[in-house]
């Protein structure tokens, strides 16, 4: 037998640019164009995305090669229709010198930027997120991926966006409950990293809420630079990265129970309320802290029980199928108070009894 090592250089570091403004989406082309001049363009995005007019804003010829994603929505993040994405490139003779630009929610996003990650092994996308969850969250950070029947984004890749343009104004045709709920994201930034941005978030409710362009831009700019420092820090989500699941372990298991009824946000929203139980529990926060967390889910209209129709023993359950669990079990992201994650050891998701989980759950009914 004979062993051979074959060196495999470390990858090189890179970086990408976010651009935020608003009415950017009728100059991204040009954006594009300026950074890729050589470069095929592709894009992706999904109907009704199209039929809110943004793809015309985007492409107002209509004659860029495309594919649109229809139905819209989680129900069509699947392989099949990443598979559709490659093969509709390939029948547009579309070469590893092709771009893909996302134009989208977080669905699309991750699709077109899974494609990207496997189309000839990998080329660029350009990342222009149209919902408050896609420009808070999926677009950047790299993760890109499709569900399987069995769960969410089983099949998957890191491959980050060669670059980022939020567009503010694209948010102005999202419908109420999806932008109320993609802001929960913001909110739970500001709790695990920058107890001020939870202070600015308190104090411009209602320019939230009504949408205010100057509020938007400064949220996104916020947003991006929390997130981005927490990916610079922990790339591939060892440590720091799991940061950002807070409120998403409960979360994650009431959304999977409603069957998706309920949307990410709301089901994180309540993942939120229950993390500040727990955390009362076991004396990390008071329910000072949590008034004032509860009172800014309430003024963004959030669920903060659980429905009737799930039980808790569903809950504890899919706690335990939980794909981030060891031994069964999550470990779970907790405040030690506003803009602080409480740390042990150097860990930012800790163990949590499944005795005080279950002592903590009929509080949320
Ligand atoms: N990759 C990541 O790091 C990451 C992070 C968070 C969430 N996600 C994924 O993101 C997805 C959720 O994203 P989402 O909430 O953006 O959902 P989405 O992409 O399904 O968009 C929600 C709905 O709004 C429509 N829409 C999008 N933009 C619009 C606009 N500007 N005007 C009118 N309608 C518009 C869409 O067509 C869709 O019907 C989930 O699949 C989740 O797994 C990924
Ligand atoms: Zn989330």
């Known amino acids: 037998m004979k062993e051979l090592n074959v060196k495999v250089p470390a990858v090189q570091e890179t970086s990408y640019p976010i651009i935020i403004g608003s009415g950017l ?34 492409d107002p010829q209509g004659n860029i090669p495309k594919f649109i994603i229809n139905p819209a929505g989680e129900q069509s993040k699947t392989i099949q229709t990443v598979i559709s994405i490659v093969e509709q490139m390939e029948k547009a003779y579309m070469g590893r010198d092709t771009v893909i630009i996302a134009l989208g929610g977080g669905t699309v996003g991750d699709m077109a930027g899974f494609a990207a990650a496997i189309f000839k092994r990998g080329i660029p996308v350009v990342q222009i997120p149209t919902t408050t969850v896609a420009q808070a969250d999926s677009s950047v950070g790299g993760k890109t991926g499709v569900d399987s029947t069995i769960s ?36 739970k930034h500001a709790l695990i990293m920058d107890a001020e941005y939870f202070d600015f978030i308190e104090s411009n409710i209602e320019n939230i809420t009504a949408r205010k362009t100057e509020i938007l831009e400064a949220i996104a700019e916020k947003n991006c630079r929390i997130k981005a420092s927490v990916v610079e820090n922990d790339p591939t989500e060892k440590n720091q990265r799991r940061a950002l699941n807070y409120g998403h372990t409960i979360g994650h298991a009431v959304e999977s129970a409603s069957n998706f009824d ?4 709301e089901s994180v929203a309540i993942g939120i309320v229950a993390a500040g139980l727990i955390e009362e529990e076991m004396s990390l926060a008071d329910n000072a802290q949590h008034k004032r967390i509860r009172n800014i889910l309430a003024r963004l209209n959030m669920p903060a029980k659980i429905p009737a129709s799930i039980s808790q023993q569903q809950i504890i359950e899919l706690l335990k199928r939980d794909k981030k669990a060891i031994n069964s079990w999550p470990k779970f992201v907790l405040l030690e108070k506003i803009g602080k994650v409480h740390c042990i050891d150097n860990q930012w998701a800790i163990d949590v009894d499944e005795k005080l989980i279950r002592k903590t759950l009929p509080k949320l009914y």
């Open 25 to 58: 989406l009728s100059k991204a082309m040009k954006m594009v164009n300026d950074k890729f001049p050589r470069y095929a363009k592709f894009i992706v995005s999904d109907i009704c995305v199209a039929n809110a007019g943004l793809l015309k804003t985007l």
């Open 152 to 187: 969410k984004n089983a099949f998957g890749s890191f491959h980050h966006p060669a670059m980022v343009i939020i567009d503010i104004q694209t948010l102005m045709t999202l419908d109420d409950r999806q932008y109320m709920a993609g802001l929960i994201e913001s909110v």
């Open 262 to 265: 309920l949307l990410h946000g």
